[in-house]
Every structure is written in C-alpha cells, then in structure tokens.
C-alpha cells in the first residue's frame, strides 16, 4: 500500500542541474526518514543523502556534499533532491527511500522504482 514515486531524471550535460521528486502514498509521511539512493550499473547502490521527518537534521555522501540539497514538504507529502554541478559519474537510477536515522540501504523500509539520470560531458 505505501507507495514511492520519483519524478525529474532526464538527461542533462556536465554542469546543468535536476531537480528530482518522491510523491509518497499510503503511510504517514512525515514519521519517516526520507532519503535517496542511485545506483550506477554493475555497481553498489550507494547512500546520497537522508533529512529526518521535520526537516531539522539533513546528511549527505562525501560525493555529493555542496551540490545536492535534499528537502521535503510534509503538507504535500512530496520529498526532493535538488542537484547541482552535475558530472558524468552522476549518472545513475536514483531511488526515494523511507525509513529510520541511517545511511545503509537496510535501514530504509520503502523504496520507489527509481528515475535515471543521464550526465553527458
């Protein structure tokens, strides 16, 4: 029943900017942790970035840090990750997950589907 839709991927050229999405369903929203994921293919799917229910504590991977800014708007139960800088070794799937304080991959309950993000150089 819950339900994690990410938006905004596409394909852009080294330097330019995204904004991606997460439109939650089915379960309260802002109990959870938000945060995203992106794997690369045939690599590990990698931590990016997490923000607690109100907002007030936010963490990002080393990678990332200065470029991206996670947000989320509990009223419209829509999570987001504004990306900036963009460089080729962005490209990814990037996954919206919900869940406990953590960065691994099993402290998040609930995954989307996933929306690509294509960086050209």
């Known amino acids: 029943q819950v339900q994690l839709v990410e938006s905004g991927g596409g394909s852009v050229q080294a330097g330019g900017s995204l904004r991606l999405s997460c439109a939650v369903s089915g379960t309260t929203f802002n109990y959870y942790t938000m945060g995203w994921f992106r794997q690369a293919p045939g690599k590990d799917r990698d931590f990016v970035a997490r923000i607690s229910p109100n907002s007030g504590q936010v963490r990002y991977a080393d990678s990332v840090k200065g470029r991206f800014t996670i947000s989320r708007d509990n009223a419209k139960n829509t999570g987001y990750l504004q990306m900036n800088s963009l460089a080729p070794d962005d490209t990814s799937l990037y996954y919206c997950?919900?869940?406990?304080?953590?960065?691994?991959?099993?402290?998040?309950?609930?995954w989307g589907q996933g929306t690509q993000v294509t960086v050209s150089s």
């Open positions: 997950v919900l869940g406990s304080w953590g960065d691994r991959a099993a402290d998040f309950r609930y």
